[in-house]
């Protein structure tokens, strides 16, 4: 057989080719990849290997599909965006119980951010080369790999951060352009809505603005001077700008104080409530397991430690030297302002761990007498953007010979992942940290036999995963599903056909603990399932 190829088409494909700019083949090399890693994750079932990972995808479900649905199924603990992104997607239950639906959303804002850090590096440099390997230098992070098949909120909060400082820069760079400063504001609306440390992010942009618009020559002047004063336009341009910004990205945090007070009655819930990272925090400090807890030297070790890990030390070093180097070279009067823009984010996460506000357990550091060794490392992949960004900056500034040594690095990065000497830190943490979905025998045993009716179960507690149980969302009865919940604490039998009791979680400390209830338990219930930390009880 003859095949035959017609040289005009070749040649209309190549050059087709060579008119797209670097940035086009971005998108597309960065969905190539979330496909292939999604796939081998689940492949792997790795999707849904964190905890947290589960919970977010429950949290969409029940909004949609519960004995209880409605918005008020978000909760008032974590940030509502990641879950309402995830709702047309878990609604079908294979996604959901996969976690694909969490795949698609995650992998979604892999590919925005891919895109924008190749942008963001262009408006930096001018260089489309540079730009290019930036964006590859993030896309073939193996940690962002796996975090972008997962359900977990960092990349989207990674997205929304990076849409928001590009637009940002941009408006810096002409200030002329108010769209850039409205779009920068909006996403920052976005990225406050997602985790809080946007909230962290906006502020600091506001603070920003303040800084480079504040009109200095004036406090020079006399208060008499300054009364006299006819010419007030730099005053109003601080005021507008700084007005105009904080007025579209603040109200994402009115929004979330509302609504905590509508359907929690207190608008610092978040804050203080016994599912609070603060009231999590609490008790590590009481074990005295917090290291880092006001000791600043402590709190920047964990998080450049931490960073490192999850930049991969080869593209980390690299990505602190172009920093360096933007710093000492460019003299640019705005680099500073875009240095702190960039690098807000371990800011943000010293000060978290300096004040007990977050905790982060690694290897090597934390002491092994501690219960655990590993447990919050991916806060470490939001410094991805920021290594990846100076990557690209530093590339562009070097001769030959560096580009070429930049080049090879950055594939003996991925050489050393290849044959396991540098650990994707992050799935680590997912698979046998502290972060991890456990998985009891209790898990299998009701997969294997549960047949009709409502489950009643403390799900803060993770005792068996819903999705890995083959139980129906609607048929779960949690501490959101009023008045359910509350009533079980009562009459247990008057809902539930099955209770799962967990050692010390509230249904086993309102239910199991009290002589009366438990009386009443097995009056109306039989034991089917016993282990030393949970027990299983069916209606008879």
């Known amino acids: 057989m003859e095949i035959r190829i017609n040289k005009n088409w070749l040649d209309k494909i190549a050059h087709w080719v060579s008119e797209r700019d670097l940035g086009f083949w971005i998108p597309t090399i960065a969905t190539l990849f979330a496909i292939a890693a999604d796939y081998y994750f689940y492949m792997h079932d790795r999707i849904v290997a964190y905890g947290d990972a589960e919970s977010h995808l429950n949290i969409a479900k029940r909004v949609v599909d519960s004995l209880t649905p409605g918005f008020a199924q978000l909760g008032g603990i974590w940030l509502p965006l990641p879950h309402i992104l995830l709702i047309p997607f878990v609604k079908f239950d294979f996604l959901w119980r996969s976690g694909l639906a969490g795949s698609i959303v995650s992998g979604a804002a892999f590919v925005i951010a891919s895109l924008f850090i190749y942008k963001a590096v262009l408006s930096l440099t001018d260089s489309k080369t540079g730009s290019f390997l930036a964006s590859l230098a993030f896309i073939t992070n193996p940690n962002i790999l796996y975090l972008q098949a997962t359900p977990m909120t960092e990349l989207t909060l990674i997205a929304f951060y990076i849409l928001s400082s590009y637009y940002f820069i941009e408006f810096i760079k002409n200030d002329k352009r108010l769209i850039y400063i409205i779009a920068s504001a909006f996403f920052g609306f976005c990225a406050a809505l997602s985790r809080y440390d946007g909230w962290f992010l906006i502020c600091f942009e506001a603070l920003i603005l303040g800084l480079v618009y504040f009109p200095y020559e004036d406090l020079r002047k006399s208060l008499g001077e300054l009364l006299?004063?006819?010419?007030?336009?730099?005053?109003y341009k601080l005021e507008g700008i700084v007005i105009l910004f904080t007025t579209v990205a603040f109200f994402s945090i009115v929004i979330w104080l509302g609504w905590d007070k509508l359907?929690?009655?207190d608008p610092l819930y978040f804050t203080h409530s016994e599912f609070s990272a603060n009231a999590q925090q609490q008790s590590w400090l009481a074990r005295g397991e917090l290291p880092a807890y006001h000791n600043i030297w402590l709190s920047v070790l964990y998080y450049f430690i931490t960073s490192m890990s999850n930049v991969g030390v080869i593209a980390w070093l690299i990505g602190l030297t172009g920093f360096i180097a933007y710093l000492i070279y460019n003299h640019n009067s705005k680099k500073w302002v875009i240095s702190l823009l960039l690098g807000n984010v371990f800011l943000f996460y010293v000060i978290t761990l300096y004040l007990g506000q977050s905790v982060i357990f690694i290897p090597h550091i934390t002491p092994p007498t501690f219960d655990w060794t590993l447990f919050n490392v991916r806060y470490g992949v939001m410094m991805v953007p920021f290594a990846t960004i100076f990557i690209g900056y530093l590339f562009t500034r070097i001769k030959l010979g560096g580009k070429a040594l930049?080049?090879?690095l950055l594939i003996a990065r991925l050489g050393l992942y290849y044959i396991g000497y540098s650990?994707?830190?992050?799935?680590?943490?997912?698979?046998?940290g502290l972060s991890s979905a456990k998985r009891p025998d209790a898990e299998t045993f009701i997969r294997n036999h549960y047949?009709?009716?409502l489950v009643l179960i403390d799900d803060f507690s993770r005792t068996v995963s819903v999705i890995r149980s083959g139980i129906p969302m609607q048929k779960i009865i949690y501490i959101g599903n009023k008045p359910y919940?509350?009533?079980?604490?009562?009459a247990p039998e008057k809902y539930a056909t099955w209770i799962i009791f967990q050692k010390n979680d509230a249904i086993w400390k309102n239910i199991y603990e009290p002589d009366p209830m438990r009386a009443r338990l097995y009056k109306y219930f039989n034991k089917v399932y016993e282990s030393p930390d949970i027990l299983i009880f069916r209606k008879q």
Do not use: C, H, M, P
């Open 228 to 235: 006299a004063k006819k010419n007030w336009d730099r005053w």
């Open 263 to 265: 359907i929690l009655g």
């Open 406 to 408: 930049i080049i090879l």
């Open 423 to 432: 650990k994707v830190i992050s799935l680590a943490d997912g698979v046998t």
């Open 451 to 453: 047949d009709t009716g």
């Open 485 to 490: 919940w509350e009533e079980s604490f009562k």
